[in-house]
Structures are given as structure tokens and as C-alpha cells.
């Protein structure tokens, strides 16, 4: 079983800088992936920085250049950088973790079966 759980939301001015945070608490399963997704009242779960095991990172094309994933394997802990904050950036933003079985893109909501509660991104203009 994997436990995440985010922190680390808050409102920002467009512009502005914040670092999300998951801790992850993982038991004898495991994952290939952890990625970040975020999701807009009304819309499906974006995914927008994966990482794998081997520290392998993907980025969404709407992120690149501006958010940076990373992981902290002493603690645990997976880390979204975010730079050049947008208001489009508003969102739930979400933890989530696959199992060594999963299948699909990796970007896809449906190949995650663990995820955390979320934590609230605001950016205003």
C-alpha cells in the first residue's frame, strides 16, 4: 500500500514561485511512477511532471521550462518546483503513484491507483 500525502498549496501573484510537496509512504508493493496531476472544477486530471524509479522526469508541454519534479529518497518526499506561476496554473494539484503492474501512458489518471487528497494552487493576475 502507498500513502501520499501533498502540501505546500497557497495563492500566489502570476509571476510568483511555490514548491508542492509528497510525502509518500510506501509498503512492500511499490511503483514505477510518481506524478503530479492537477484538476479544475468541470475538467478531467492533467498530468503534469512524472517521475520514475530511475529518476527519469517528464513534463507537460503547458509546464516545460517553468515546473521541475524531484525526489528526496532519503525522506521519501517528491518535490514540484513551480516558476513563472500563471493564472491557467490554478488548480487542485494532486500526488499519485502507479504499481509495478500498471499500464498505459504515464500520464494518464487511469494508470495510477494511488493518490493523495490534493492541495490547492491559486495564482492570480
Known amino acids: 500500500q502507498v500513502h501520499l500525502v501533498e502540501s505546500g498549496g497557497d495563492s500566489v501573484q502570476s509571476g510568483g514561485s511555490l514548491t508542492l510537496s509528497c510525502t509518500a509512504t510506501?509498503?512492500?508493493?511499490?511503483?514505477?511512477?510518481i506524478a503530479w496531476f492537477r484538476q479544475t472544477p468541470g475538467n478531467e486530471r492533467e498530468g503534469v511532471a512524472v517521475?520514475?524509479?530511475?529518476?527519469?522526469?517528464a513534463y507537460a508541454g503547458s509546464v516545460k521550462g517553468r515546473f521541475a519534479i524531484a525526489q528526496d529518497n532519503a525522506k521519501n518526499i517528491f518535490y514540484l518546483q513551480m516558476n513563472s506561476l500563471k493564472p491557467e496554473d490554478t488548480a487542485m494539484y494532486y500526488c499519485a503513484a502507479d504499481s509495478l503492474v500498471s499500464g498505459g501512458y504515464y500520464f494518464s489518471p487511469q494508470r495510477y491507483i494511488h493518490w493523495g487528497r490534493g492541495t490547492q494552487v491559486t495564482v492570480s493576475s
Open positions: 517521475i520514475d524509479t530511475s529518476g527519469w522526469t
Open positions: 510506501v509498503g512492500e508493493h511499490g511503483y514505477r511512477y
